[in-house]
């Protein structure tokens, strides 16, 4: 039986939660990230063409992508606050054949993520994410993992993703 074994933490933590989160809602969430600009261009057009006496009205109507990510980024201190101490916990991954065990040592607690709830794997710069559909499952910290292990993590999942239909492989380029 082929197995792997990390240890890191169930989900990230600080600024690395920060990013993930970042990441997962703006840039892997499309839709989210172009509706995103629309206001901004309704406002520019409306400035380009007739800004009236009202013009500082449109200026602030340009600033709602930085005033998106400044609140959500208020909201992921906010809930950094309040997290709950099963998700900092040290977790040892084992990946298997018939999926991803994550045993929380500290709490007493596993969870099972069987292969036929991914579909998808994120490699992101410093983090391995994977996906049911649009719904974050997992974060793998590649720091967390010893030389060599990565390559073969990365292939195990690859393999046990490639004989499912909708099973992809992306790696961003911006993160």
């Known amino acids: 039986m082929n197995v792997i074994r990390f240890t ?4 990230p933590d600080g600024k690395d939660y920060a990013k993930v989160t970042m990441w997962n809602r703006y ?18 057009y ?9 013009w500082w009205i449109f200026l602030l109507i340009m600033l709602y ?10 909201k992921i201190k906010k809930h950094l ?44 710069r410093d983090y391995l994410l ?6 974050l499952v997992l974060v793998f910290c590649k720091k967390d993992m010893a030389p060599g292990q990565l390559e073969q993590i990365r292939s ?3 393999e046990h993703l490639s004989g499912k239909q909708g099973g992809r492989y992306k790696k961003s380029r911006l993160f």
Do not use: C
Not at 8 to 11: D, E, G, L, M, V
């Open 81 to 124: 606050k309040f997290r709950s101490p099963s998700d900092i916990a040290k977790t040892e991954y084992t990946f298997m054949n018939n999926g991803i065990l994550a045993d929380r040592m500290e709490m007493q607690k596993l969870d099972m993520t069987h292969w036929e709830d991914v579909n998808t794997l994120w490699e992101l």
């Open 27 to 44: 840039i892997q969430n499309k839709t989210l990230l172009v509706t995103l600009f629309i206001p901004t261009v309704g406002a520019l």
């Open 65 to 74: 992508p930085l005033y998106s990510v400044i609140g959500f980024s208020y």
């Open 130 to 135: 994977l996906y049911n559909k649009d719904r």
């Open 46 to 54: 409306f400035l380009y063409t007739n800004p009236g006496p009202f």
């Open 8 to 11: 890191s933490t169930f989900k």
């Open 156 to 158: 195990f999942i690859l």
